[in-house]
Every structure is written in structure tokens, then in C-alpha cells.
């Protein structure tokens, strides 16, 4: 079953300008993460908010989490033509590490 | 530190086919995960493996895939025999997280088998 769900599913911007994603997610949880994908390529591991944080940063990274609301947004500031990438959140499933994917958000920065 | 290796990057079959997949983890990640990521999708998990034990394979098409972790470190992930709806991005990650620790940490992927069944 999926868990967390991405909104938007494509974005569009231009170079310079901020990026917002969201995700929302059905059960509780410890921790949310965000994980990119470039095209053709494997997941990389962008950052880790847990259940006791409202805001995390990672240098232009901004991630925000809601527990009440089952929601989280990732914030991409000074979008750059090499973030052009699809972005998914994860939530941990059990105690066992098993990561449940939301549907992904395809971000376009055009130069 | 080397990533999480994969081979092949890339395999094309024909339906009723069989297929293998390997996988070298990081080294000293006692977790390993198959995901199945259909265009489109995110990453579906298979199967886990907690050192060379099986800790979740509920989503593991069984009559036709099977998968193993030898001595704990390289895996193997077959499909036997392979369909159509099989054509996907085959994902191994790796974890330092244990089944009895907090869970859910962080993950890291290989570059994936591209599979195309025909």
C-alpha cells in the first residue's frame, strides 16, 4: 500500500527560483525522509526529519514536517538546472527499516 | 567508501525468460533491500534481508522470483519465469538500521538494473 503521496507530481520552474513539494502520509511515524532520483540513476538520500522536529535544513534544503496533519514539504531554495531530478518521500514502515515511497514529484529547473 | 554495487546495468528478455540480478552492498551493512520501481512509481520493496536472514518478503512475487544473501554480504535476485509486467528498474540498497534498533534510517541505493521484457 502507499504510504506517503507527493503533490505536486511535476514542477516546473526556472533557474533562481524556490522549489516546494509535498507529501503527505497516512500512518504514524518516527521519521520521514526525502530522496532524489536523477534520471536513469539510483536513489540518493537527501535528509531525515524525525517525528520530534518541525524543520530541518541542509544547506539549500528546507524540510518541514506536520505530524498533526500527516504532512511534510521539502523546500528547495536558488533552484539550480542540476536539481532537475525526482524527488520522493519515505516513511518507515516498522521497527525493521522496510521504507514506504511516496509517488515522486518530477522537478524541471530550466536554465 | 565505495556505494552499493549492481550488475547488469541493463537487461533485455524475452517473456518466460529467466534473469538474474547481483547486488554487493556496502561493506559492513547488515541490511539489504530489493525494490522493484515500475516507470512512473516509486520503489516498491521486495524483499529484506538482516544479515542472511529473510526479515520481509511480503511483496515478493514468490512463484516466480526468488532471492538469496549468501554469507551476508552479495545478494542474488532471480525471475523465473519472467512476464511483461516484470519491466521495471530493479533498486538493492543497503542500511546500517538492525531489526531490533530504532529503524528506518537512512538508505543507500545502487544505480539499478534496468530490465526490459519483450
Known amino acids: 500500500s502507499q504510504q506517503g503521496e507527493e503533490d505536486p507530481q511535476a514542477l516546473s520552474i526556472q533557474e533562481g527560483e524556490n522549489a516546494t513539494m509535498n507529501c503527505s502520509y497516512k500512518?504514524?511515524?518516527?521519521?520521514l525522509q526525502w530522496y532524489r532520483q536523477n534520471s536513469g540513476r539510483g536513489l540518493v538520500h537527501l535528509i531525515l526529519?524525525?517525528?520530534?522536529?518541525r524543520e530541518k535544513h541542509s544547506g539549500r534544503l528546507r524540510v518541514t514536517l506536520d505530524t498533526s496533519k500527516k504532512s511534510s514539504s521539502l523546500l528547495i531554495t536558488a533552484s539550480r538546472a542540476a536539481d532537475t531530478a525526482s524527488y520522493f518521500c519515505a516513511t518507515p514502515w516498522n521497527q525493521g527499516g522496510k521504507l514506504i515511497f511516496g509517488q515522486g514529484t518530477e522537478l524541471s529547473v530550466k536554465p | 567508501e565505495a556505494g552499493v554495487a549492481q550488475s547488469p546495468r541493463y537487461k533485455i528478455i524475452e517473456k518466460r525468460q529467466s534473469v538474474a540480478f547481483w547486488c554487493n552492498p556496502i561493506s559492513g551493512h547488515a541490511t539489504l533491500y530489493w525494490y522493484q520501481q515500475i516507470l512512473g512509481q516509486g520503489p516498491k520493496l521486495l524483499i529484506q534481508?538482516?544479515?542472511?536472514?529473510?526479515?520481509?518478503d511480503s511483496q515478493l512475487p514468490k512463484d516466480r522470483f526468488s532471492a538469496e544473501r549468501l554469507k551476508g554480504v552479495d545478494s542474488t535476485l532471480k525471475i523465473q519465469p519472467a512476464k511483461l509486467e516484470d519491466s521495471a528498474v530493479y533498486l538493492c540498497a543497503s542500511s546500517l538500521v538492525t531489526v531490533t534498533g530504532t529503524g528506518g534510517g537512512e538508505q543507500y541505493f545502487g544505480p539499478g538494473t534496468r530490465l526490459t521484457v519483450t
Open positions: 500512518t504514524s511515524i518516527n521519521n
Open positions: 526529519i524525525r517525528s520530534n522536529e
Open positions: 534481508f538482516q544479515n542472511n536472514g529473510v526479515v520481509d
